[in-house]
């Protein structure tokens, strides 16, 4: 007897110890350093234009900071919303984040139809970076200033062309937003990001754009495409002589395409924090400023909560423009 009730402490301890390692797992799981492998960075416009640059150049930062690599996986298409359902439908498990633009905050009020929702399905970890928009033509357009341009704009009877990093992009709107104030018209050509219609208004297949700066710069500096104006309120040290979009006749005429970072919703707030602060860190490195600033780019930084505020904000307001300008996709 003595025995049996010993064998049955020993049974009923050992069933309490392995009750308690159960327990135990998801706590000891909780607790795996993140990030213990590399992180997908997601950028839903193509290599080599505004948008991949800033975020190549912060992922490289921020990688050094984990102490993991951050690999960019460009999902280009759609303004923007193949690589954002792509981020939102992912594992919220810190692993993949979006590297988005303002865009993001346009798609609402351009599709009826969107295969996720940014409100729900994403969750804001940081606001990065701004970059002012530029009007430049094509080397050989004789215009060179904005009333010439202007001018040569209304002689063209709407047969002039522009190029945009997608329909319903800023870069779209903007010149939209230009031309009604203008009342003038162009024939609109959509491209899958600012690279590829940068490179067609270079080699003179399309008349102008209103692209961001940090992506135009090389090839104003080139002297393949002329630059007109900034859409800036003020003008910007880069550019010094150049006059804003609302000196050149456009009365308070100003636009920019801000930058963030975005994370599948219900990734745990602990990686969101230890995120935000990798970033907030980047955007304070002497050397990323340095080669944000050679771009024209301005950095920003925010808490999560701030980011979340200004995309609201971003929302209304572009549900507004939509709705003035008539612009609509699907």
Known sequence: ??????????????GTAAIAGVCLLPTAWAQTAWPSK?????????????????????????????????VIDNKPGANGNIGNA????????????LYNTSSIALSPALYKKLSYDVNKELAPV???????????????LPARNVPEF??????QNGKASYGSAGNGNVTHLAAFQML??????????????????DLALASGQLDFLTDTINSVVPFIKSRHMNLLA??????????????????SGLRGFEAGAWQGIMVPAGTPPE?????????????????????????????LGSSPAEYGAYLQKELRRWKEVVAVTGVALD
């Open 86 to 97: 792509a981020v939102a439908k992912a594992a919220p498990d810190g692993y993949t984040v």
């Open 126 to 140: 940081a606001l990065t970076a701004v970059v002012p928009l530029a009007l430049v033509t094509r080397q050989d």
């Open 230 to 247: 900034v859409t800036t309120a003020e003008r910007m040290s880069l550019f010094p002589d150049v006059p804003t979009l609302a000196e």
């Open 38 to 70: 590399p992180i997908t960075m997601v950028v839903p416009f193509p290599p080599g234009g505004p948008t991949d640059i800033v975020a190549r150049l912060l992922a490289q930062n921020i990688g050094q900071q984990l102490g993991q690599g951050i």
């Open 271 to 299: 990686v969101i924090t230890r995120l935000n602060t990798a970033v907030n860190r980047a955007l304070k490195d002497p050397e990323v400023l340095a080669k944000l600033a050679q771009q024209g780019t301005e950095a």
């Open 150 to 155: 202007m001018a040569w704009l209304k002689a």
């Open 180 to 197: 009604h104030a203008a009342q003038l018209q162009a024939t609109h050509v959509p491209y899958k990001g600012s690279a590829p219609a």
């Open 1 to 14: 007897m003595k025995n049996d009730s010993k064998a049955v402490r020993i049974r009923q301890v050992l």
